[in-house]
Each structure stands twice: as C-alpha cells, then as structure tokens.
C-alpha cells in the first residue's frame, strides 16, 4: 500500500501576525520557500521558480553553491572558529592571502582592509568615517537615483524620497549632484560638478569626498560611461576629494569584471563591497582603503559580527572564480544574450516606452508607463520567475540571475519574461 505524503499548509498568518508591516519583498512574492539550489527556488508545494533576483545581488554565485556548502559543512563539523571579533583565526588569514593573490596583485591595487559590520550599509558608514576622519572635511557629494544604504549616513546619501522619509530626522552632510544624464542628454554632468565646486559663488565648499556607483542598482539600472566616471575621478584628484566607489551590488562580478570600475581603469581612493562578497549569502562586508587613508585608532571603528568566518571560508572559495578571465568570458557572453533579448523585447512593446539599461549581468527594461513594471513582476512570478523592480518610481524590472546560470535556465526565464510583457500588453487593448 502507497501513501500519498500532504504537505502542510504554510501558516501565513503568522507573518502577519508577528511581523513588522515593514516587510517588503514578501508581499510581492506571495510564495513560502522552502529549498533553494543553483538559480531555482522551490516553495511548500514544490513550485519551481526561476531566480532573476539572486538575492538583491547577494547570491551571485547561486544558492547553496556545492564548493561553499561542502567547505562549511566540513568546517562546522571540525569545531572551526565561528565567531572572532577581529581576532586572528585561520580562516580570515586564509582570506586575507586570496584576496590579495587573486584580486588586488593582478590588478596592481594597494589597499587595506578593514571589516565593518557585515552588511552594506555598515561598509558605506566606515568608508564615510575615514573620509572625514582623512580629511577634516564633513560633506560628501553623491549623485541623484543613488542608493547606499537605510542607515543614517547612507540614508542621507540616498536619493529615493521614500526612505529617506523613513529615517524621520534630518538628513546632513551630503550634497546631491546630477548623475550622468539626469539632465538630459545633451548636459555634461561632470562639468556640471565641476562648475559647483570652482565657482566662488556656488555656495559649494570642497567636500570630504564622492561617493557613486558606477551602475544604479536601485536607482534605476543608470549605467555611467566609462568617459563620465573617468571625469569624475579626475576632478577628484585634481582637488584632493576623496573618490569612494560603492560596488556593493554592482561589484563581485555582477557586471562582468570582479569590480565594476575595472573596465575604466579607475583607481578610487575608498572602495566597499558586501552582498556577494560572503560567496554563500552570509553577512558580510569589507571597506577597502588606500594605505595612507588608515589612520584609525585600534577599536575605533568596530562591529560585533565583523568576524564571521564561515563567511570568510565562503568567501575564499568564491575567489577561485575570479583565478583566472574563464568566468568573466563567461559573463559576457551571457550579458550579450540578457542585452539582445531586452532588446528583441523593446522593440516588440513600443506602447510601453521602453529603455533597455544596465550592463553585465545587471540589466533591465524601464517602463514609461506608469505602473507597468509591477504588472511585469507580478505576471512573470505567477509563471515562476522571480524578477524585482527598481527606480523611484518602481518602472524597472531587473534581469539579475545568479552569475553561475546555465544558458538554458537563462533563455528560460527570458521567455518567461517576454510572455509576462505580452500578458501586460493585451491588458492594454
């Protein structure tokens, strides 16, 4: 006799319930997970999904990686140091020696690191500390669409009007400047920094620093030029401000290169990084910084959970994708694949006013019509792909698979996609 096993029904209510009306992504996606692997996600009723989501960028490297998995699982099972401060353990020397051999020495790059606490919005706050700590110098310039954090000096770098409302305070020290093209195509933004800063009348003192990224995650998927950010670093330099570089989303490998600027050739002064950077999904973040920038006293910045090395073994065995130019040849021929699609798919919806934006594997349609995005998200999940939004007015959906993607779960989710867009338009005629 067989027995036909019934799955429980998730409790939902008790989401409700208990939790913080806060919560956001639940809400659109309705499901209850219950196992992830590679670029799939399956919920209590066993519902294959797609994952165009990676996270909001944390999983690049997939869920439960098999390398990352078999590393922890061993280290756990021999009693290895989980939590240490910042404390000397085995597995950060480990990590220390990778990052330098695989990442900076290739490159030429010098810097020191330092671990904040292990979220992005922590890498942000430090590297903001050291550039005034640096330079006597309290504001710092960011640019429009930007987002760099929900913690109070990040928040106040933060463009979108919606949380930055949340922090129910007053938000200082920050400058907000034009991105490229915030003002239209035919405008050098760059030149406008440039005139704020060098007009005795323009009310602008000389700032601690810049702070960009160098593709807009959240702002939107606007991807400066390698001309603009270029500029950028070059007023910077010819004025002693500070260049910091927040490749916390876009960096790791997201647009094709381990870090983002890499393609331009910038050396900037301050660099964070978290989201990927753990390997796994697990916490973690690090702020990088030009040696003659590390003036900090011993505990002067600190973190609890600065020392996770589970997330330091992870994070290790995510380097060896980075050992050789295998896995960035790879990305680019996937990014090529994600751009003719999008492409195929703006030509294919003009009622919508399309943009393809983005680059690597962090690419995405805007939507000028007013609500239509969400619809895309909400129609290609019920299919079983999971796609987020971005923008200030939520009018992007972003295609941000887990770089480790097969070409076939690739075209997969980007049919889905497209079946999504049509859904959308016939609910326009």
Request: hydrophobic content about 40%; charged content about 25%.
């Amino acid at each position: 006799m067989t027995h036909t096993k019934v799955l429980d029904q998730p409790n939902t209510a008790i989401f409700d319930e208990l939790e913080s009306e806060v919560r956001s992504y639940c809400r659109h996606f309705t499901a209850v997970f219950t196992r992830a692997n590679g670029y799939k996600l399956y919920d209590h009723q066993g519902k294959e999904y797609i994952d165009f989501f990676a996270g909001a960028g944390a999983l690049n490297y997939g869920h439960n990686n098999p390398e990352m998995k078999n590393k922890i699982i061993q280290y756990i099972q021999n009693d290895g140091i989980t939590h240490s401060l910042d404390m000397m353990t085995a597995a950060k020397e480990s990590f220390l020696k990778a990052f330098d051999q695989i990442i900076l020495r290739p490159r030429g790059y010098d810097y020191k690191l330092l671990f904040p606490g292990p979220t992005g919005t922590n890498a942000v706050e430090s590297a903001l500390k050291t550039a005034r700590k640096a330079t006597g110098r309290s504001t710092i310039i960011c640019f429009t669409n930007a987002f760099h954090g929900m913690t109070l000096g990040s928040l106040a770098l933060t463009g979108n009007k919606f949380k930055r409302k949340g922090a129910a305070v007053p938000l200082s020290d920050a400058l907000f400047m034009p991105y490229e093209h915030f003002l239209g195509e035919g405008i050098d933004t760059a030149e406008v920094l440039e005139r704020y800063l060098d007009d005795q009348g323009s009310g602008v003192d000389l700032p601690a620093a810049v702070i960009l990224e160098t593709v807009q995650g959240e702002g939107g998927l606007h991807a400066a030029s390698t001309e603009w950010l270029q500029k950028i670093e070059k007023i910077c330099r010819e004025r002693d401000i500070l260049l910091i570089v927040d490749d916390i989303q876009a960096g790791c490998g997201r647009t094709g290169t381990f870090f983002s600027f890499e393609h331009a050739g910038l050396e900037p002064d301050i660099i964070c990084l978290s989201k990927s950077l753990g390997g796994f999904g697990l916490p973690m973040a690090m702020t990088l910084l030009k040696p003659e920038l590390d003036t900090w006293q011993p505990g002067e910045h600190n973190g609890t959970f600065r020392g996770n090395n589970i997330s330091f073994l992870a994070a290790t065995e995510a380097l060896n994708y980075w050992k050789d130019e295998a896995f960035s040849r790879e990305l680019e021929r996937k990014a090529e694949l994600i751009r003719a699609s999008l492409n195929e798919l703006a030509e294919a919806c003009p009622e919508l006013k399309p943009e393809v934006r983005g680059r690597g594997m962090l690419q995405g349609i805007a939507f000028h019509r007013e609500g239509a995005a969400g619809e895309v998200s909400a129609a290609a999940f019920r299919r079983g792909l999971i796609m987020e939004t971005s923008g200030p007015k939520d009018e992007v959906v972003k295609v941000m698979p887990p770089l480790i993607i097969d070409e076939s779960g690739l075209r997969a989710g980007l049919k889905i996609l497209m079946q999504s867009v049509a859904e959308v338009r016939r609910g326009l005629m």
